[in-house]
Structure formats: C-alpha cells, structure tokens
C-alpha cells in the first residue's frame, strides 16, 4: 500500500496560514512531536478520530489545520487516514507518539501508559460523519501491513476504550475520550482483517 511520509518534526515544509508545520513546532519550542519508547514489545493499535471541527468548521478534514492541532497541543499519531483513504505517517513507528494520554488496557492487560507500547490510527472524522469505505480499507490494509511486518497479531483498542471513565476514575486523566465512538464499526473491522489474515497464511 502507499504511505505517504509527513514526520512531526522541525523539517516539515507543510504550509498552513502561511507557516511551515516544522516552523510551528519549533516554536512551541520542540525538535518532534514523539519520543524514545521506554522498551517492550509493541503489540496495540490505538484507533482514533481527529478533526478540525472546532477551529475550522467550514473544513474540518483540511489536513493543514489538522497538523495545526497536533502542533497547538502537543499531541501526535503515527498514521493519519483522510476521507479518500489516502494514510500518512507523521512518526516514525519504533518511537512513541502521543496519541493517548492517560490511559489503562482493558481487562484482563490493565497495562497503564498506552502510548509506550501501541501505534497510533487517527482516522478523519467527526462525532457525527462516520467513516468511508475507502478509511476502513486502507485502515485494514495499514494494520495488515504491521502485523506482517512484525509477526503477529495486535490488540486493537479505540481510544474510549482505554481513555474513559476507569482511566477517570483511576486518577490517569482528567476527562473522558470517546473516539472512535459508536458509528466505528468494530465487526466490520474485524471480519475484514480476518479476512486478510487468512490470505496471508494461504500464500505463506
Ligand atoms: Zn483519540
């Protein structure tokens, strides 16, 4: 599949409001938006939405004011997948994006500090769009691609799922996620990388 490649660092020459993405970082005063993972195997993907809903409402999947809030508050994701399906990456996946924040694994992991063990998925969405067909294709084909590429079977989480009211209620964060929420089809997902799964031990 073809990835384009966007890293959230210093050097990125994407222009929004007539500024340069990498201009934007470095004047919040960082080098990148990620950092050393502290060890361990990574073995979750995160599943989340982004929009730019609230700054922009006129175009809220304009990737330029995306990245502008990735910028403004410090968070990042190792993938991003627009409307057409089109999945850029903006980390580097053996480093740790902030994609979660304060965040626990549901039962039975109870692993806390997602971040340091999962590779991030924001999908363009809001609360109320859904998501395209062309967004769960290349999802499929982004996460079939990393479980080739490491050898095994990821945990798959929304972000709700790990950043919600136990995560509240644990003191981890101060208020409640709830992307991807309801309209991500889970099933759908999942049939369709099981679908992929078999292709792939059927060739092998
Ligand atoms: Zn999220």
Known sequence: MKIKTLLLDIDNRFLFCNRTIGERIRESGKQR???????????????????????QPQYPFDLGAILGIF???????????DRRGTTTQLVPEQKKAWHCGGSIMPEPDNRIGVNDFSIGIELMATEK???????????????????MRYGRTFSYVGHDQIAGERAVALGLRKEIKQDPGNLFDW??????????????????
Request: aromatic residues 12%.
């Open 129 to 147: 769009s859904g998501f395209t067909m062309l967004q769960y294709k290349s999802l499929c084909n982004l996460c079939d691609s990393i479980e």
């Open 187 to 204: 099933q759908y997902f999942s049939s369709c990388m099981e679908k992929l799964r078999a292709c792939r031990t059927s060739v092998t």
């Open 33 to 55: 938006l990620w950092q050393d993972r502290s060890g361990g195997q990574i073995d979750v993907i995160v599943i989340h939405y982004i929009s730019a809903i609230q700054v």
């Open 71 to 81: 910028c403004d508050f410090g968070v990042s994701s190792h993938y991003l997948i």
